[in-house]
């Protein structure tokens, strides 16, 4: 194992009416006046924002508030809240909704305290201050509500990128399963399908002896093999989506990634189809990481093969441990397809002649250097090939 640090100081509410708590914790971290983000209308429509203003009024706390993140969140909407911030001289930025406004929030509070332009932060440098941030979770699926990181496109080149700090970790979560029963099936199993590629990203190690690791992935990943599919056939199964919204932050606040290299190339390649395609992150998973898996999973063919027998129950060929390797992304695949999520190019709405394009802006744009690294180190050639695995 390696040598790590781990700070993970976010304050979780977790539970059915857990959002009734929003004024109080928002005056225990400090905030009196505070930005409140949200979406495109879900939480509008589910009454939730009003609960929250409610609460924020009773608690004596002053608000003012930016709808309209996108999924797949955009530079533009974060300038518009960093001058917001400024102007009326909001303390604490408090997110209602998904990963997108989460992540958004992150940007808008990072970008207030900084002097030059906020996409710096996602070109490399580090986030070192930033406004408290407080999260609503609508959705289990990114992880963003308990992660250091924050993913946002710039317009300008739609390039899609990732920032990172200590800084923007949230100072505090409110997670109600409940809030989640409102969600479509093809956003569900997105999000579900998200998680899992975190805890693949994080199995797909180059560190040696990490079993403690190891064992806290594969009982998440069962966990969410058994509980996908019930809430899947009951959007009301309280008890699952309450399993999986837990599962959620614990495959990304990295308590389970700790010691270890981690992959991150699925979700590099993924990230380039979202941008161009606007279509739900964790769908686009669905289509890349079997077609990355198949691609690397010669370069330690046991560690597939790990997986596929302690979490897909696959019989281990000793002689032929490749077939046991793939077999075990074959059961991946067909997971995927049950719970409704696309596995090819014209699924996911991509197009084959785009290839190029996605492969200039994965390996060279905004100034990569021409690969990307992870599990295995990937050049524009072996990307190029990835993607037509996936038409
Ligand atoms: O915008 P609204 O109207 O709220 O609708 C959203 C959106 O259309 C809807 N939704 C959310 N909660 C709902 C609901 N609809 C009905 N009922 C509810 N309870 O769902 C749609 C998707 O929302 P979004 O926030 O985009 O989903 P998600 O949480 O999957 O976030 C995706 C973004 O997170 C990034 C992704 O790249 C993507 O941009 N990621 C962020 C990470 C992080 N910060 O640590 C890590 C992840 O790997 C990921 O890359
Ligand atoms: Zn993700």
């Given at each position: 194992m390696e040598n790590f640090t781990f700070y993970s100081p976010t304050y979780f509410e977790f539970g059915k009416g857990s959002e009734s708590k929003t004024g109080e914790l928002v005056r225990r971290f400090g905030g009196s006046k505070v930005l409140i983000h949200y979406g495109g209308g879900s939480v509008v429509r589910s009454g939730l924002l009003d609960r929250v203003k409610k609460s924020l009024d009773a608690a004596g706390l002053g608000w003012v508030e930016l709808g309209g993140v996108k999924p797949n969140p955009r530079s533009?909407?974060?300038?518009e809240g960093i001058d917001l911030c400024r102007k009326e001289k909001v303390d604490l930025v408090l997110a209602v909704g998904?990963?997108?406004t989460i992540d958004s929030a992150k940007a808008i509070a990072a970008g207030t305290l900084y002097d030059g332009d906020f996409w710096d932060f996602y070109t490399g440098r580090e986030i070192e201050k930033a406004l408290p941030v407080g999260t609503i979770l609508t959705i289990a699926a990114a992880g963003s509500e308990g992660s250091p990181d924050s993913v946002i496109t710039k317009e300008e080149g739609m390039f899609k990128r990732g920032g990172h700090g200590d800084a923007i970790r949230p100072r505090f979560s409110i997670l109600d399963p409940a809030l989640t029963q409102t969600l479509p099936p093809y956003q569900t199993a997105a999000g579900i399908t998200d998680i899992m590629a975190h805890l693949h990203e994080r199995y797909l190690t180059n560190t040696k002896d990490v079993e403690v690791t190891d064992r806290l992935i594969e009982g998440l990943l069962l966990t969410m093999i058994h509980e996908g599919p019930r809430v899947i056939k009951d959007p009301n199964d309280y008890e699952a989506r309450a399993n999986i919204m837990w599962?959620?932050?614990?495959?990304?606040?990295n308590v389970a990634g700790v010691g270890r290299s981690q992959d991150w190339n699925s979700h590099n390649i993924e990230h380039e189809l979202s941008a161009l395609y606007d279509c739900a992150h964790g769908a686009g998973l669905a289509v890349t990481m079997p077609a990355v898996f198949k691609y690397v999973y010669r370069h330690d063919v046991m560690r597939f093969a790990k997986l596929a027998v302690r979490v897909?129950?696959?019989q281990m060929d000793f002689d032929h441990p490749e077939v046991t390797a793939l077999a075990g992304i074959e059961a991946l695949e067909n997971f995927l397809r049950s719970i409704g999520m696309p596995l090819t190019f014209a699924e996911l709405g991509a197009k084959e002649e785009d290839i190029p394009k996605?492969?200039?802006?994965?390996?060279y744009g905004d100034g990569?250097?021409?690969s990307i690294s992870g599990f295995v180190t990937l050049n524009a050639d072996d990307c190029t090939k990835i993607y037509k695995m996936m038409v």
């Open positions: 533009g909407l974060v300038y998904g990963g997108s599962a959620g932050m614990l495959a990304h606040n897909w129950g696959c996605l492969v200039e802006a994965l390996c990569r250097p021409g």
